[in-house]
């Protein structure tokens, strides 16, 4: 029987199902859907959507030159990660470079020329190139007519690249044209030894991996010296028992984060590293523990050289005197003497900490010739000789500027500077290159990305690309035993107004009337790295590591120059292959050094640092030191996420925080976590002050990091940062202040 | 001028001088509600909570207005169910006061959960074993039952009784008043309760964790017991006020003295079931979980005193009085235990949302402090506004103490 | 979703502290991994979102015997009686039976914050802010994790997006069940120090569990019960008291001082 | 909450938490629904008046609720618990063991007229405590109309809504309003029944009515009820006039004037008008 369906029925079915829906997921679903889809809308961000690929580069943002293997969405990197140096080893990124990608949306990053508004204002305003040219160039010629004397410089914290040797052949247009090696160098102990043989050594590397004990002069070997992974390799094993691995004994008035992780911490004195280190080679030598007759025959001046006695100034420095200096017991001074010959092969380095600036060139001769003493250069586990790069410039040498110190350069001289954009990581107080201006209207110019550091000081910025958005070189990092190179390649496109400093100076150039070689005209540094990578080619040594497929090829291996420079492009680093052999190096070197008055200057500054200041301590009782993190010590931006290890934890102190001893603190009247004035003889600066029980009494430990507002939008940032109360030794050191302190 | 909407035979003071009295309380809830906007638009950055101290000031308001609200619950369950006709005089004032409590609870809540819109997850995709799931369902459900009981007595205020309708429906529910006591009081046990689990689930936080009876740590009964006794003497002490305020005699003086007498039986048993649950705790339970009780105790302020304060100070003594006939009868005698009694509660709420918080667990803590801000205390000090000003219109426009007209005669 | 995993795994971490530098990057790392925002202006040390955090911890002994430790301190995944899934009204929290991980769906979360009062790390969030990049940063995000909006909580998931993407690697490769190593969180991929070792712990083999098993090993707060799967490693024996109860002294000097 | 929703699934605690949480929403819902649903009804079968009645009863003061034997002096304190329905009254059935009128019937005996401090009341007929009565008549009807109290409070009422013709009264429930200068009045019925024809005060009846079958006059008072009756309701006149601040008494023990109300102002009079007519 067949019923018809009515428009009745057709109603119940659709209020039937309409009832029956609610007892099905699907509205309910929906419901949770809507309501959370509602809430997301419009507020939360979206990453980004796109193919996933890896790209590789290196990391310039220090000159340690991680590789880096970035995670791409749609080209754009979204994470870094690192990559071992060679196949079998593993790679890292600090802190700083992981958050690498995120540079180029820093908040304080600049995209278009600056000036700053008058003179001593901090504010700028923006400008065409073309003003800053006219600007520069007419500066420049003034130097060149007035015969006065000012200098026009380039100060270049990364000397060796394409770029440097541009800057070079630019300044020998100029009678007064000035090359500026860094300011704070890392590798302060290894040019001291090579500056001290009588027969030049070429340039010397640390052979790491077969050393068994470091005695370190505060480097920050474990916090930001080199590639991290390379040196946690090593330390592998720290404060264990074993005989075997590589001990780590730091001397330094910080208890740093190498500090507190080495086997050994001596907490010294104030800037009395050259005691220890004189006070040391002297036991060496009174006790004989080492090859007396090897020293002699190398050692000129052991006995009596041109500049005086090593052995009697060493005399001078008898256990319990250094003992006397450096707070270290005469027993441990004893001790560690010994040790570092029984558990040898064993160096000793200074280089400095990124914040506190550069020991003095005493205290580098001092620790060079400890090293001497102990017999390290050419030593397996000691320094090594390494090959420069292949040549490929054939234009002979006088065309190019040779390095100076700014150290050498008088003060109130120099009427042009420029500043290079890529950081050494490590810290540059603005006082220091105040100092050497000419007073009336010097011209700074800083090629930097961002407002931040020293740019903040200048006056003109023009606006430099950032990592990860041009091409760069990346040369031997400071702890490689051999040679090495590779390209930072240009993962992101720069924006719009940014100009590459090698642009820029030849732009320069040409409206100053100046002839570059012609190997810089109507050339990209690309072209130019490609010629470098093609003599690697030609010279067939060494082996080449890709990144992406991990694997290593021996560059005789390689078909063809473009084939190797195609594998450059996609990340790959060079590698020089390992000295034939480790023999003794014949060349004979100097224990004091050959600077004027070496033996005087070392044994004042052997008496303390703090000796040679004018400062009475009856006035300024405390002493000032800095400390900082390399890469991170305010000149440069930092990715804003780091503000997770700044601001979000106390990981990390911000730049201008103060930590004193609780006893200290509670002397001086000071409550931990407020405000403190600091005072010296350069000036006074308002502090927070944090007590803590690590730090040595009487010590001001400042930090030179960032500034928690250059983190947000804001645009005040103070370009004179903590560094400027520092006293400026007559060697360009200042480690160490006299200063007092009281409560606000 | 409003005076045909007042309840008859009673008098009330003039509107003006009433609207002198609203007006400082309206500004006031306007400013709360300034603050509370301002944590809706901007988020809960306005307070000074943290990630740390989860928990504020609101969630302290939260638990002591929900405990003094216990009044309405226990008042009725003593009126509808065990017939105590005699405390029919506070009845309506009860209810009000637990609507005022319990409403004002949930708009704080409101305000400080971080997405107030998905509040009703709760009820979508409830976790059967969160403390906090049984104290929602309870308070949501209570605060229902309490609207509805309180609407008959909004719904006989003189002109709205005009309508056929409302005094219609107003007499059938309020037949059914004895079922909704009943379901007001179970609903009220649980909550009560669960608020209290709510910290002594906290397996890790060794301050607040408590062993207990099946699924429920001691602090659930404590809880309960201790809301029970203060929820006759905020009836007590509210009525005091008003009639002060007022100047009216609203209940006969033995209304007092009952409700004192309940508080005080109650809380003797409290502060016995404290004591004993104390002595557990710091012997067994803390320690057992590598947190010897001793330490809780370093940091000042919150020394051993505390412990003293809430056994000794603000359950032991309140309790003598209350249970003393003489003592109870007096009235300044009444009127510091019934205070005591309040305070202690709140005190008790205090040491378990604040310091259990400030309290360190891991060994590189530190002890944390709080401040609120002046938005949470905005918010605060609103919530207390609009109970002032919820109670003070029902006053004078409602019925809530029946016992007044009587009173009122020459 | 079917789990490919067939095998239950119980995912957990080795920390070595005498390893630990606190260079940070295992903090940036994560943030980057986990699309977790800059921090807010305002933001301190009590209202900033790290997932990974690393404390820095002293044995309030006077100079020069006064040392540090850094301590990093994720989510600790405990595996017993969870103190925050059982809290959480609405399941917005819960442990996966197939890995042990302990999950938040941060778009279930109401932000009552209750799970934050229970967890005894503090290793919980809370979005006091909406999330913002400087712009054009928002470029960087990572697509295989959603970001979060204001007033939720959130935390550590062992990288679960890192999970996904190898489980789907795996099941690409006709696997059914991951290789170790073939998912590690950002946190100890970046860690320079090698510090940080993930596994297994089910896996008796596994590194992880090895050195869980080691003399040295320890776990914070252990007498609470919550069995965490974050086991830490040290040699020093004043940091070993960390796990124990007696360490009154150096808190006590911390905060006073 | 469904199976299979983000992976949701069903447990034991899930289910019987739910069924708690569910069952005590179904209880509050169902009682509010019972609540909706009986007053519904109520307005169907037309309770609203009786309703009102029981409604405003309980809202009437002690005093106003004192029962009738009180002034008899069969006791000494007492408050009516049923509405003044006394028919349905057990102790007022044992009291009044004798037999009072127990229908409609026309006692020709009493003409006289009882005088209350200058009030008149005539003892041919039967007092709602609303100030109203009713006089039965020999064609089985009665007349409603309003007592020398009730009349003064408001003489000459300038609307007077009388229910028309037809329309059915309930005992106590409204009987008819009356409105002059912004007071209002509603008068209760004091007989339920049809109306069958309307006056008015210069008639000295309101309405004819025609009670309804069965219909007794037990609740209405009468006789020697009536004089202490009187006094009370002079004394609830004094205090309510108090008690609304009027702050006038009546004339020094004298007789009420006619227009009690010209003396007042409205608002307070509304007020004094409610508590005669019993209304809260």
Redesign the interface.
């Known amino acids: 029987m067949r019923e018809k369906i009515s428009r009745r029925d057709l109603l119940r079915l659709a209020g039937g199902s309409a009832l029956g829906l609610w007892f099905t997921p699907i509205p309910w679903k929906l419901l949770d859907d809507v309501s959370i889809w509602t809430q997301n809308g419009r507020w939360v961000t979206s990453p980004p959507r796109g193919e996933i690929q890896f790209r590789y580069s290196n990391c310039t943002l220090c000159p340690a030159g991680c590789g880096v293997r970035a995670r791409c969405v749609g080209g754009q990197p979204i994470s870094l990660a690192g990559i071992a140096p060679q196949s079998g080893s593993r790679g890292a990124l600090c802190a700083v470079g992981l958050g690498g990608h995120h540079l180029r949306y820093h908040p304080q990053r600049v995209t278009q020329p600056l000036r700053r508004a008058s003179g001593i204002s901090a504010s700028f305003q923006p400008c065409t190139p073309e003003d800053i040219v006219l600007t520069v160039s007419e500066a420049l010629a003034t130097t060149r007519a007035s015969g006065s004397g000012d200098l026009a410089a380039i100060l270049d914290e990364r000397p060796g690249r394409v770029t440097s040797l541009m800057y070079r052949n630019f300044l020998s247009g100029f009678p007064n044209g000035v090359y500026l090696n860094p300011v704070s160098d890392s590798g302060a102990t290894l040019h001291a030894m090579e500056s001290a043989a009588e027969k030049p050594y070429g340039a010397l590397g640390i052979d790491l991996e077969n050393t068994r004990t470091i005695l370190s002069f505060g480097t920050p070997l474990l916090d930001g010296w080199g590639n991290p992974a390379r040196l946690w390799k090593m330390s592998e094993g720290l404060q264990d028992s074993s005989e075997s691995h590589l001990k780590i004994i730091q001397a330094e008035t910080h208890q740093s984060r190498t500090a507190l992780l080495a086997d050994e911490w001596l907490p010294l004195r104030p800037g009395t590293e050259a005691a220890l280190a004189l006070g040391l080679a002297g036991i060496l030598i009174k006790e004989k523990l080492i090859d007396m007759a090897a020293l002699s025959r190398q050692a000129i001046d052991l006995e009596q050289g041109a500049q005086g006695s090593f052995r009697e100034l060493t005399e001078k420095f008898s256990p319990r005197t250094t003992a006397a200096i450096t707070g270290v017991s005469e027993d441990k001074i004893v001790s560690l003497a010994r040790e570092l010959v029984q558990r040898g092969p064993s160096i000793v380095l200074g280089g400095g900490d990124p914040g506190a600036g550069p020991l003095g060139p005493e205290e580098e001769t001092a620790i060079a010739a400890l090293n001497f003493v102990l017999g390290n250069v050419g030593r397996r586990g000691g320094f090594l000789p390494r090959r420069e790069l292949p040549k490929w410039l054939k234009e002979p040498s006088k065309n190019l500027k040779p390095a100076s110190s700014l150290r050498d350069i008088p003060d109130h001289s120099i009427r042009v500077l420029f500043v290079d954009a890529l950081p050494s990581g490590n810290a540059i107080p603005w006082t220091l290159l105040e100092k050497k201006l000419v007073r009336d209207n010097p011209v700074v110019v800083s090629f930097s990305p961002y407002l931040l550091g020293i740019s903040r000081n200048a006056q003109f910025i023009v606006p430099s690309p950032v990592y990860l958005e041009s091409w760069e070189e990346v040369l031997t990092p400071l702890d490689s035993p051999t040679t090495s190179y590779s390209l930072s390649l240009p993962l992101l496109v720069p924006p719009g107004g940014v100009q590459e400093p090698f642009d820029f100076i030849r732009r320069v150039a040409v409206a100053a009337g100046v002839h570059l070689a012609p190997e810089f005209q109507d050339v990209s540094p690309k072209d130019l790295f490609k010629r470098r990578v093609e003599q690697f080619h030609r010279d067939r040594r060494g082996t080449i590591f890709s990144y992406r497929n991990e694997s290593e090829t021996r560059v005789k291996d390689v078909a063809s120059a473009d084939s190797m420079w195609a594998m450059f492009c996609d990340g790959a680093s060079w590698r020089d292959d390992p000295p034939s052999s480790t023999s003794p190096i014949a060349s004979r070197f100097s224990l004091l050094g050959k600077a004027a008055n070496a033996a005087e200057r070392l044994e004042a500054v052997g008496h303390g640092r703090l000796e040679i200041q004018r400062d009475p301590a009856t006035e300024f009782p405390l002493v000032l030191m800095p400390e900082g993190w390399r890469g991170a010590v305010g000149q440069n931006g930092l990715s804003p996420v780091m503000t997770k290890i700044y601001q979000e934890s106390g990981l990390r102190h911000l730049g201008g925080e103060a930590r004193v001893n609780v006893e200290t603190g509670r002397r001086w009247g000071l409550t931990d976590g407020g405000p403190a004035l600091i005072q010296t003889r350069c000036g006074s600066k308002v502090a927070r002050v944090h007590f803590d029980d690590a730090v040595m009494p009487e010590v001001i430990q400042v930090i030179v990091g960032p500034n928690l507002k250059e983190f947000h939008e804001s645009q005040e940032v103070d370009g004179r940062n903590i560094l400027c109360l520092c006293n400026l030794d007559d060697d360009g050191v200042w480690r160490v202040t006299r200063a007092k302190m009281s409560g606000v | 001028m409003d005076r045909g909407y007042m309840v008859r035979g009673v008098t009330r003071s003039s509107f003006s001088k009433f609207l002198m009295w609203i007006l400082p309380w309206t500004a006031l809830l306007a400013l709360g509600l300034y603050a509370a906007w301002l944590c809706f638009s901007r988020g809960l950055n306005q307070t000074h909570m943290d990630n740390r101290f989860a928990f504020g000031l609101w969630i302290f308001l939260d638990l002591t207005v929900i405990a003094l609200g216990a009044g309405a619950f226990f008042t009725g369950f003593l009126v509808y169910i065990l017939k105590k006709e005699e405390l029919k005089a506070v009845i309506n004032s009860a209810v009000v006061l637990g609507f005022v409590c319990y409403s004002g609870a949930v708009a704080v809540l409101m305000v400080d959960v971080g997405q107030p819109l998905r509040a009703w997850f709760t009820f979508w995709h409830p976790n059967v074993h969160s403390m906090l799931t049984e104290v929602t369902f309870c308070i949501s459900c209570y605060l229902a039952v309490l609207f509805i009981e309180y609407l008959p007595i909004i719904l006989k205020n003189r002109k709205l009784r005009q309508v056929p309708s409302f005094l219609v429906f107003e007499f059938e529910l309020h037949k059914l008043m004895v079922v909704l006591a009943g379901v007001g009081t179970i609903l009220s046990f649980f909550h009560q309760g669960s608020l209290g689990g709510l910290y002594g689930v906290l397996r890790g936080r060794p301050f607040a964790f408590r062993e207990g009876l099946a699924i429920w740590p001691s602090t659930f009964f404590l809880f309960i017991l201790s809301a029970l006794a203060a929820g006759p003497c905020f009836i007590l002490l509210t009525t005091w006020l008003v009639s002060k305020i007022s100047r009216k005699r609203l209940v006969r003086p033995e209304v007092f003295s009952e409700l004192g007498q309940i508080s005080g039986i109650l809380l003797i048993v409290y502060t016995l079931l404290k004591t004993v649950d104390t002595l557990v705790w710091i012997n067994g339970t803390s320690p057992a979980r590598g947190f010897p009780a001793y330490q809780y105790y370093q940091w000042k302020p919150f020394g051993t005193w505390i412990l003293f304060a809430e056994i000794v100070l603000f359950g032991l003594l309140p309790a003598v009085i209350l249970l003393s006939r003489r003592l109870r009868a007096h009235r300044g005698w009444l009127l510091t235990a019934a205070v005591l009694v309040c305070g202690g509660v709140a005190l008790n709420r205090f040491v378990l949302t604040i310091q259990t918080l400030a309290l360190p667990t891991l060994p590189f803590d530190r002890f944390l402090s709080y401040l609120p801000s002046w938005q949470e205390t905005a918010a605060f000090l609103a919530i207390v506004a609009y109970g002032v000003l919820v109670y003070s219109f029902s006053f004078r426009y409602l019925n809530l103490f029946p016992q007044e007209r009587e009173l009122a005669r020459p | 979703m079917t789990t490919p995993t067939q095998k239950k795994s119980r995912y957990g971490m080795v920390i070595d502290l005498d390893r630990c530098n606190g260079c940070g990057a295992c903090m940036m790392a994560c943030a980057v991994e986990n699309n977790v925002p800059p921090a807010h202006r305002e933001a301190t040390d009590r209202t900033g979102i790290t997932w990974l955090r690393v404390y820095r911890f002293n044995n309030g002994l006077k100079f020069p015997n006064n040392r540090s430790v850094f301590v990093p301190v994720p989510c600790q995944q405990c595996g017993r009686e969870t103190p925050c899934v059982s809290v959480c009204p609405q399941q917005a929290v819960d442990v996966d039976p197939a890995t042990g991980v302990v999950g938040q769906m941060p778009e279930r979360c109401l932000g009552c914050r209750y799970c934050m009062a229970a967890c005894p790390y503090h290793a919980r969030y809370f979005n006091w802010w909406d999330a913002v990049w400087p712009p054009g940063m928002e470029k960087t995000l990572n697509p295989d994790v959603s970001t979060r909006m204001r007033g939720v909580v959130e935390k550590c998931n062992f990288c679960h997006g890192r999970l996904h993407a190898a489980r789907e690697r795996a099941a690409a490769a006709g696997r059914d069940t991951l290789q170790p190593g073939e998912y590690v969180p950002a946190c100890v991929e970046a860690c320079p120090a090698r510090a940080i070792v993930f596994g297994d712990l089910n896996d008796e083999t596994s590194e992880v569990a090895r050195l869980a098993r080691r003399p040295e090993a320890f776990r914070m707060l252990e007498q609470l019960g919550t069995e965490p799967k974050i086991y830490y490693l040290t040699r020093q024996s004043w940091v070993r008291k960390v796990s124990e109860d007696e360490v009154q002294m150096a808190r006590k000097d911390q905060t006073h001082g | 909450?469904?199976p299979?929703?983000?992976g949701?699934h069903w447990?034991p605690?899930?289910l019987?938490?739910?069924g708690v949480?569910y069952s005590?929403?179904m209880?509050?819902g169902v009682?509010?629904g019972?609540?909706?649903w009986?007053?519904v009804k109520?307005?169907r079968s037309d309770?609203?008046e009786t309703?009102?009645w029981?409604?405003d009863f309980q809202?009437l003061?002690?005093?106003d609720r004192t029962c009738r034997h009180v002034w008899t002096g069969e006791f000494k304190q007492r408050v009516c618990e049923n509405q003044f329905e006394c028919w349905d009254c057990a102790e007022h059935a044992r009291l009044t063991a004798k037999a009072l009128p127990s229908d409609i019937r026309v006692e020709e005996n009493f003409q006289a007229t009882e005088d209350v401090f200058g009030l008149e009341v005539p003892l041919d007929r039967f007092y709602h405590r609303g100030h109203t009565w009713v006089k039965p008549e020999n064609d089985g009807t009665v007349h409603v109309g309003l007592d020398d109290l009730g009349a003064r409070m408001m003489p000459d009422p300038e609307v007077l809504d009388l229910p028309p013709v037809g329309a059915k009264l309930k005992v106590n429930g409204i009987g008819w309003f009356m409105k002059k200068s912004g007071v209002a009045i509603r008068v209760l019925a004091p007989i339920s029944g049809e109306v069958v024809a309307a006056g008015g005060p210069e008639q000295g009846w309101f309405l004819k009515v025609k009670p309804e079958a069965g219909f007794n006059l037990r609740s209405l008072l009468h006789g020697n009820e009536l004089r202490p009756w009187f006094l009370r309701e002079l004394d609830r006149l004094q205090?309510a006039l108090?008690?609304?601040?009027v702050g006038v008494s009546l004339a020094d023990g004298g007789v009420p004037v006619r227009d009690l109300g010209a003396t007042h102002p409205k608002?307070?009079w509304?007020?004094v008008c409610?508590?005669l007519f019993l209304r809260?």
């Open positions: 909450m469904f299979g929703i983000y949701f447990s605690g899930f019987i938490f739910l949480f005590v929403l209880v509050i009682t509010v019972l609540a909706v009986r007053a109520a307005f309770l609203q309703i009102r029981k409604s809202e003061s002690p005093q205090s108090a008690v609304e601040g608002a307070d509304q007020l409610d508590a809260p």
